[in-house]
């Protein structure tokens, strides 16, 4: 048989054009099941119509034949017409003298057995004289029938691709192909789907909605090969194979009986292929009558068996998932074990905890006993164990390793940095045989190229060490080392931290006559950086007190730089200068003198004087580029201290002046740094001024200082739900007491303190 263009005629089996599918492109598809519209022409006369003249598309569209004539009405040659409306419109057409245009209008063309639907658009215009009268009606169309199908088609198509996107059963894809293609078909039409067996030698039934259930079990497990009817053949050949007479045709010689039991004469098969060429079942149209395809049905054939091609290797890749989701079960839990045993190792960051948590992963999972070892010094510790009994547990706990011998397995792991396994008892002295231990895996803890510690499991009975156990001993002690390494270094930089932070701050608050004195210090993040909020009080010869809240630019050991240049410059110029503005003049030029390698930052600060008086506190003040400082009155009320200024470390001249107050008794005066007004809520917006005073006066009546930063940092609190915040927090409050008032003890202060820290002292207290 060899490969054709044009249709066989009836009872030929036949290949299609030759390289099937892949000769035709997916543009020549859609192109064939779009089809070519066809203009229909004809011209009425009179009211009834006449049939004047015609063009042949005309004719074949009516169907033919005995209708192919002229000189009788429209109604006569096409009566179907009359009760469909066609003919009332025409008479409309001819009275009005108005032209009718209609779209997509569905009509039945023929009568009884033989009729057909069909979609048209078409154009009834009035014909007329010369006098303008009408004398007939021109009829113009266009038959959409073939457009209206496959644009139907199309959109099932879309529907199909969404189910299989969505991973929809195969059986439902399927019988879904199917009875879109049976329903839609402008002829009938019965649709197979056989899938091919994975060696690709048989065919199973996928999915045949129409054919007779003992038809489909009949044909299940067909094998493929030449001449084993359409689908096995077209199956054998990987080409699409057209039966148009199955009664005549010998590659049905065997199924001969069976279709005739079923009712199909005509069978056209389509190889549905992989990407890569093999195959995947056939997708088979079959007819009632002898039949031959024409260009659209070859199209649809090859456009649902690519669709039906990726339905089933979406099956057959999920299946293949589901296979190696099985093989893979146990990688999977191993997998989970070490992300739990990462979790809880890396939980906290004390390394003593962490290799306590090391121990207890290992047991019963990797081996039934688990000893940690480290090097300090020149000894090797045992810091955890893990048995399924105390007195297990105790028995290898009291075992220390010799950290210098070679007959130690951990002596040596630690000089070689390399795992050592066995199955027979470690060498060297230790509780074995009480132990019940039959093997070993010793497991390095390394930190980059050196072993500072081993990992030790343990065998008894029957458990042995195989290499998917080494394996995943090695994973989970690496997790171990670094979740170890990293808390090391994360205790050792928060002491640091923590000690620098300490010398920049205050370790005491002074007792400050006729003053209660409040401060609050919270650093962002988890406090391994130095912050640059910092804040100080400190007694002056005359009887006077400094204070000062700042905040550096940056963080970490430059902000520390800076900070503690500002401190020790204002600490030392103090006691020597008349006035407070002039003090921040000379920390001014401390910061523009400073090494390039001690920071550039610049930085904002209240600096200010304060004279305890027998009726309050007169406060002198500078203001450089920081948030205003507030006033608040006996009454509540919190207004702020306006006073010009620039940020120090910029200019030689920061414009700063100082601002006069007094302090009457129960009246405060609160510096803050920028971390409490730029405070942000889940929603990003910030804590503001507005609420910072509005905080204050909600405040006790007549609050000491710590009742004023308690009711703000209160506020702050609940405005951010607890959010990590973003830039450090710093509070310096100072309220006149009573004249002769009792002072309070002093509150202890720490770097990272939550509340305030307060002291109450009055001007009967001495100084200390």
Known sequence: MTGQAEPPPAGVATEAVP????????????????????????????PAHMVEAANAAFFDAIGGGARVRTGVPLAQLMPELVEQGFIGLLDRVYRTGRPYIGRDAHVLLGEGPEAREAYFDFTYEPRLDAGGNV?????????????????????????????????????????????VIEELAPEEVLVSVLLADADGRHLRHGAAPSLPDFYNRAIDGIATGEGVGSCGTAAHRRRPVIVTDIATD???????????????????????????????????????????????????????????????ERHQAQQARTAAE?????????????????????AGLDAAQTLQHLAAACTPKLAPLCAVDVVEGRHVRRVATAAPTQTL????????????????????????????????????????????????????????????????????GEHTFDGHS????????????????????????????????????????PR??????????????????????????????????????????????????TTALVRHTARAVAPLLPDSHSVVRAVNRALLNRPDSHGTGFVTLVFGLLTPTP???????????????????????????KAPGALLGVTADPGVAPQHLRLRPHESLLLYTDGITEARDADGEQFGEERLADALTSAAHQPAAHDAIDALTRAVRTFTGGRHIDDDQAILALTATEPGGRAEQPVGHTPQQLAPASLSTNDSTPIE
């Open 250 to 312: 010998t590659f049905w010689d065997d199924f001969r009986e069976l279709a005739d039991r079923a009712g199909v004469a005509a069978c056209w098969s389509t190889p549905i292929l992989a990407r890569d060429g093999s195959l995947l079942g056939t997708f088979a149209m079959y007819h009632r009558r002898p039949r031959a395809p024409q260009e659209a049905d070859l199209a649809l054939a090859r456009v649902f068996a690519g669709t039906a091609a990726l339905a089933i």
């Open 326 to 346: 099985a093989r893979e079960k146990a990688a999977r839990d191993d997998l989970a074990f070490l992300l739990r045993a990462s979790t809880t190792m890396t």
């Open 512 to 561: 400050v006559p006729g003053a209660d004195v409040a401060t609050y210090y919270h650093p962002a993040g988890e406090g391994l950086d130095i912050g640059g909020d910092f804040y100080d009080v400190f007694p002056l010869d005359d009887g006077r007190w400094a204070f000062m809240l700042g905040d550096v630019c940056g963080r970490g050991a430059l902000a520390a730089t």
């Open 393 to 460: 547990h105790d028995l290898l706990a009291s075992h220390i390793p010799v950290y210098d011998t070679a007959d130690d397995a951990v002596a040596r792991v630690l000089a070689s940095g390399l795992s050592e396994v066995a199955r027979r008892t470690p060498t060297g002295p230790g509780p074995w045989h009480d132990l019940g231990v039959t093997g070993y895996l010793c497991v390095p803890l390394m930190d980059r190229d050196r072993a500072f510690g081993t990992v030790t499991l343990l065998s008894t």
């Open 615 to 641: 009726d309050g506190l007169d406060v002198e003040l500078v203001r450089a580029g920081h948030t205003l400082p507030l006033h608040l009155d006996a009454h509540g009320i919190a207004r702020p201290v």
């Open 470 to 509: 080494v394996a995943l001993a090695e994973e989970l002690v690496r997790r171990a080392a670094l979740a170890a390494r990293t808390a090391r270094q994360y205790t050792q930089r928060v002491t640091l931290s923590r000690d620098l932070q300490a010398g920049l701050l205050l370790p005491d608050l």
């Open 19 to 46: 390289g099937g599918a892949a000769a035709h492109t997916a543009k020549d598809d859609l192109h064939a099941l779009f089809g070519r519209s066809t203009a229909v022409f004809a011209s009425l006369a009179g």
């Open 135 to 179: 004398m007939g009606v021109r009829v113009l169309g266009v038959e959409t029938t073939q457009v209206v199908h496959a644009r139907r088609l199309t959109a099932e198509h879309r529907a199909l691709l969404e189910q299989i996107a969505r991973q929809a059963p195969l059986p439902e894809v399927l019988d879904g192909m199917a009875s």
